[in-house]
């Protein structure tokens, strides 16, 4: 009973924090009662964790942040809400987003944008955009508002908020955690990840989410976990015997991508970045060099993929069988159906949303299909073979079945994990008019580019952690007195590894 009462006196606290600081914020659209927090004991009981708009939970609404779901509440729950409930975390409340997790800043969202927490030493109040599409979660987290948030990342979402708020989020392996009761978006890319303070954190609740489910078709199969896990553990006690006693990171093999530094980083994330390097060698991690080729085509590849799949995906929401519906005008020719659905989408789906469905189906057509969804195919192929190429383990997620090795040629210089900054920039400022409105026309290009960095890992669906430069490391170098995220990439399946060498950049 004493247990009780205190985490019913910490769920209340959360949710007062919530009251306090979120009216500011707008990080989370939903807040659950503190009647509900203690759903049982476990190993995560009493954890506070937000879930992000776009993720299936019962008794609180789902609705992506699009009017096309307004006011819907699903009738099931996604397995990794299901996990954490029954790990005993308390599901505090739903998370902005951007609308159906399509954007880079959180300013697509009926909900309204999210405003990044951050409060630079400088004392200089400024609104920053939080990043997207996970900003409720990451703003949420960065605000005190929630110990951990869930998010999805398609193409950078997770990392690319964590990185612009100053907090650390992880992008899984792609098929670790279930997507059953996933709000698709780009399913060959989603991942529901989870974003946090501190990497321990992040472990104790990927370790929950992370599970085989036979709901979700790409889930990765047990033998596959289990063959994965083996080879990494290998890996890390061949780490362990080489290391000598002082030296935490001798033996580690970090790789550095040059291709992940192009002209448009700001000259001081360099630095910082370089600052964080010297740190790991002074650890013992030995730095290579490495070159991924194909880095440079990935951006166009993504998008024209993802929003290829999400023209597909969002073909449901016609207003008749899902979505909000608008009926026609008296009088209209009821056989027109597709007049029907023209009305329903148009008042359901936000510009960015259209833009993709539009671009998507473009891709799709027999016409374009071959110059664009196929090379994208293609390119997406070459982005992998660079990573499989310079990991020192194997893909087993991709190469299940097969018991190829690696040939000899095929070796380049072998590395355990890479390391590369998380974002080209800081979080940019929010322009006065986009505050009045959330659909606010920027230059989509200039908002597809701050993906640059996160999408090929996307791409090879590999596990990436963002870690914010340590403030240690921030002494006397000339920013902008706003957050700086690192990412480790690892093969598929290394999340432990990365998370391992979060640590130590922390
Ligand atoms: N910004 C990217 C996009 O809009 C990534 C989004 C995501 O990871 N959900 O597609």
Redesign the pocket.
């Known amino acids: 009973a004493i247990t009780t009462r205190r985490l019913n006196t910490a769920a209340n606290q959360w949710r007062q924090a919530i009251a306090e600081k979120n009216p500011s914020i707008n990080a989370l659209v939903y807040t659950t009662p503190a009647s509900d927090a203690i759903s049982s004991a476990g190993p995560l009981s009493g954890v506070t964790v937000a879930i992000k708009d776009n993720i299936a939970t019962l008794g609180s609404p789902t609705t992506c942040s699009s009017v096309m779901l307004e006011g819907f509440t699903s009738p099931f729950e996604a397995t990794a809400v299901k996990l954490l409930r029954e790990a005993g975390a308390d599901i505090i409340g739903k998370a902005n987003?951007?609308e159906f997790?399509?954007?880079?800043l959180n300013k697509y969202s009926n909900h309204g944008i999210t405003i990044n927490p951050y409060q630079p030493p400088s004392g200089k109040s400024e609104k920053r955009y939080p990043g997207?599409?996970?900003g409720g979660s990451a703003a949420a987290v960065a605000a005190g508002m929630c110990q951990v948030a869930l998010g999805?990342?398609?193409?950078?979402?997770?990392r690319?908020p964590a990185s612009y708020c100053g907090i650390t989020g992880l992008k899984p392996s792609y098929g670790l955690v279930s997507r059953w009761g996933v709000v698709s978006?780009?399913d060959s890319?989603?991942c529901v990840g989870v974003l946090a303070s501190t990497v321990p954190d992040i472990r104790r609740v990927f370790g929950t989410i992370s599970a085989y489910d036979t709901r979700d078709p790409t889930s990765a199969i047990p033998e596959v976990r289990e063959r994965s896990l083996e080879a990494l553990n290998v890996r890390l006690s061949r780490w362990d015997s080489e290391r000598g006693s002082e030296k935490s990171l001798q033996g580690l093999r970090v790789g550095i991508p040059q291709e992940f530094f192009p002209a448009e980083l700001s000259p001081f994330v360099v630095k910082l970045v370089r600052r964080v390097l010297k740190s790991l060698k002074d650890q013992g991690a030995t730095l290579i060099p490495v070159s991924l080729p194909s880095t440079s085509y990935a951006l166009s590849s993504?998008?024209v993929l993802?929003?290829a799949e999400?023209s597909s995906n969002l073909a449901r929401y016609d207003g008749i069988q899902y979505g909000c519906h608008v009926r026609p005008p008296p009088g209209s020719d009821l056989t027109k159906i597709s007049r029907n659905y023209a009305l329903s989408r148009s008042k359901g789906f936000g510009p960015?949303v259209r833009k993709?469905i539009l671009l998507g189906t473009y891709a799709l057509t027999a016409g374009a299909f071959d110059n664009y969804f196929l090379q994208a195919q293609r390119i997406r192929q070459l982005v992998r073979n660079d990573f499989d190429r310079i990991f020192s383990m194997r893909n087993y997620y991709l190469t299940e079945g097969s018991s190829s090795t690696k040939t000899e040629e095929s070796l380049g210089p072998q590395v355990d994990v890479l390391i590369h900054p998380s974002a080209i920039r800081t979080a940019p400022p929010i322009e006065a008019e986009d505050e009045k409105s959330s659909s606010g026309e920027s230059s989509s290009l200039d908002?597809?580019v701050?993906?640059v960095l996160?999408?090929p890992a996307?791409l090879a669906g590999i596990p990436a952690l963002s870690v914010p430069v340590p403030s240690k490391l921030l002494l006397d170098v000339e920013g902008d007195g706003w957050p700086v995220g690192v990412s480790i990439v690892g093969q598929w399946g290394s999340d432990e590894l990365v998370m391992k060498v979060g640590e130590a950049v922390q």
């Open positions: 987003c951007d997790g399509m954007g880079s997207g599409s996970s999805t990342d398609t193409g950078g979402s997770i690319l978006y780009a890319f989603d993504y998008y993802a929003s999400a960015e993709r908002s597809y701050q993906d996160t999408v996307s």
